[in-house]
Protein backbone atom coordinates (compact mmCIF):
# COMPACT_ATOMS: atom_id res chain seq x y z
CA UNK A 1 0.00 0.00 0.00
CA UNK A 2 1.33 3.37 -0.75
CA UNK A 3 0.18 6.82 0.53
CA UNK A 4 -1.12 9.07 -2.50
CA UNK A 5 -0.98 12.87 -1.89
CA UNK A 6 -3.95 14.26 -3.99
CA UNK A 7 -1.61 17.71 -4.31
CA UNK A 8 1.28 15.84 -6.02
CA UNK A 9 4.13 16.50 -6.74
CA UNK A 10 5.94 18.04 -3.31
CA UNK A 11 8.40 19.77 -5.38
CA UNK A 12 5.48 22.30 -6.93
CA UNK A 13 3.11 22.35 -3.79
CA UNK A 14 5.89 24.01 -1.26
CA UNK A 15 4.73 27.02 -0.32
CA UNK A 16 3.26 27.85 2.88
CA UNK A 17 -0.58 27.58 1.98
CA UNK A 18 0.16 24.82 -0.34
CA UNK A 19 1.46 22.48 2.22
CA UNK A 20 -1.64 23.23 4.15
CA UNK A 21 -3.60 21.49 1.46
CA UNK A 22 -0.62 18.87 0.20
CA UNK A 23 -0.30 17.85 3.97
CA UNK A 24 -4.23 17.29 5.02
CA UNK A 25 -5.23 14.07 6.49
CA UNK A 26 -8.28 13.96 3.94
CA UNK A 27 -6.31 14.84 0.76
CA UNK A 28 -4.13 11.84 2.04
CA UNK A 29 -5.53 8.38 0.52
CA UNK A 30 -3.73 4.61 0.87
CA UNK A 31 -4.05 3.23 -2.27
CA UNK A 32 -2.54 -0.30 -3.62
CA UNK A 33 0.88 0.66 -4.93
CA UNK A 34 -0.63 -0.69 -8.53
CA UNK A 35 -3.52 1.59 -8.23
CA UNK A 36 -1.08 4.70 -7.15
CA UNK A 37 1.43 4.00 -9.76
CA UNK A 38 -1.57 3.92 -12.38
CA UNK A 39 -2.86 7.27 -10.95
CA UNK A 40 0.72 9.08 -11.52
CA UNK A 41 1.14 7.51 -15.32
CA UNK A 42 -2.15 8.72 -16.09
CA UNK A 43 -2.64 12.03 -14.36
CA UNK A 44 -0.05 14.76 -14.74
CA UNK A 45 0.70 17.23 -11.61
CA UNK A 46 -2.04 19.29 -10.00
CA UNK A 47 -1.10 22.69 -10.07
CA UNK A 48 -1.54 25.36 -7.42
CA UNK A 49 -3.50 28.58 -7.42
CA UNK A 50 -1.41 31.51 -6.99
CA UNK A 51 -0.77 32.70 -3.86
CA UNK A 52 -3.61 35.18 -2.76
CA UNK A 53 -5.92 32.48 -4.65
CA UNK A 54 -4.56 29.55 -3.23
CA UNK A 55 -5.29 31.37 0.80
CA UNK A 56 -8.32 31.78 -0.57
CA UNK A 57 -8.90 27.64 -1.51
CA UNK A 58 -7.55 26.91 1.87
CA UNK A 59 -10.30 28.98 3.78
CA UNK A 60 -13.30 27.85 1.89
CA UNK A 61 -11.50 23.74 1.69
CA UNK A 62 -11.51 24.13 5.47
CA UNK A 63 -15.27 25.41 5.62
CA UNK A 64 -16.27 22.73 2.96
CA UNK A 65 -14.59 20.06 4.73
CA UNK A 66 -16.55 20.98 7.87
CA UNK A 67 -19.75 20.58 5.97
CA UNK A 68 -18.77 17.54 4.08
CA UNK A 69 -20.63 14.38 4.37
CA UNK A 70 -19.37 11.10 4.84
CA UNK A 71 -17.72 10.72 1.32
CA UNK A 72 -15.38 7.91 2.31
CA UNK A 73 -11.81 8.33 0.74
CA UNK A 74 -12.64 10.82 -1.38
CA UNK A 75 -13.65 13.68 1.49
CA UNK A 76 -11.35 15.56 1.09
CA UNK A 77 -11.47 15.70 -2.82
CA UNK A 78 -15.17 16.77 -2.41
CA UNK A 79 -14.30 19.74 -0.25
CA UNK A 80 -11.39 20.41 -2.91
CA UNK A 81 -14.12 20.42 -5.90
CA UNK A 82 -16.83 22.67 -4.03
CA UNK A 83 -14.05 25.45 -2.75
CA UNK A 84 -12.93 25.43 -6.85
CA UNK A 85 -16.69 26.04 -7.41
CA UNK A 86 -17.40 28.13 -4.96
CA UNK A 87 -14.01 30.53 -5.95
CA UNK A 88 -15.59 30.26 -9.66
CA UNK A 89 -19.10 31.11 -9.21
CA UNK A 90 -19.37 33.21 -6.25
CA UNK A 91 -18.13 36.80 -7.62
CA UNK A 92 -18.92 38.94 -4.26
CA UNK A 93 -17.35 35.80 -2.02
CA UNK A 94 -15.12 37.84 0.88
CA UNK A 95 -11.27 37.95 -0.34
CA UNK A 96 -12.01 36.90 -4.13
CA UNK A 97 -11.26 39.44 -6.39
CA UNK A 98 -14.04 41.35 -8.25
CA UNK A 99 -12.89 39.65 -11.78
CA UNK A 100 -11.33 36.12 -11.99
CA UNK A 101 -8.66 36.69 -15.19
CA UNK A 102 -8.62 33.92 -18.00
CA UNK A 103 -5.11 32.27 -16.74
CA UNK A 104 -7.00 31.89 -13.31
CA UNK A 105 -9.95 30.30 -14.52
CA UNK A 106 -8.16 28.10 -16.62
CA UNK A 107 -5.89 27.21 -14.38
CA UNK A 108 -9.00 25.98 -12.07
CA UNK A 109 -10.52 24.42 -14.52
CA UNK A 110 -7.52 22.11 -14.70
CA UNK A 111 -7.32 21.98 -11.03
CA UNK A 112 -10.91 20.08 -11.48
CA UNK A 113 -10.55 18.35 -14.32
CA UNK A 114 -6.97 17.03 -12.34
CA UNK A 115 -9.40 15.87 -9.09
CA UNK A 116 -11.97 14.18 -11.43
CA UNK A 117 -9.25 12.46 -13.32
CA UNK A 118 -8.08 11.10 -9.72
CA UNK A 119 -11.23 9.80 -8.19
CA UNK A 120 -11.83 7.92 -11.57
CA UNK A 121 -8.38 6.44 -10.89
CA UNK A 122 -9.40 5.80 -7.15
CA UNK A 123 -12.18 3.81 -8.07
CA UNK A 124 -10.30 1.55 -9.71
CA UNK A 125 -9.15 0.36 -6.40
CA UNK A 126 -12.03 -2.53 -5.67
CA UNK A 127 -11.71 -2.41 -1.84
CA UNK A 128 -12.71 1.48 -2.34
CA UNK A 129 -15.07 1.55 -5.18
CA UNK A 130 -17.77 -0.10 -2.84
CA UNK A 131 -17.89 3.12 -0.84
CA UNK A 132 -17.46 6.03 -3.44
CA UNK A 133 -21.02 7.50 -4.63
CA UNK A 134 -20.54 8.97 -8.03
CA UNK A 135 -20.28 12.27 -7.02
CA UNK A 136 -18.83 14.79 -9.90
CA UNK A 137 -18.46 11.67 -12.74
Known sequence: M????????????KSDDCRIL??????????????????????????????????LLVRLYRQKLCEAGDWGNIRGI??????????????DLPGRPRR???LELRQ???MQENLISQVQIIRTDEVLA???ADVYL
Open 108 to 110: IQL
Open 22 to 55: RNDPNLKIVLPRSVHELLHAEVPPLPPLGRNMQR
Open 78 to 91: IAFLDSLGVIVNEP
Open 100 to 102: ICQ
Open 130 to 132: GQL
Open 2 to 13: DVHHVCFDGYIW
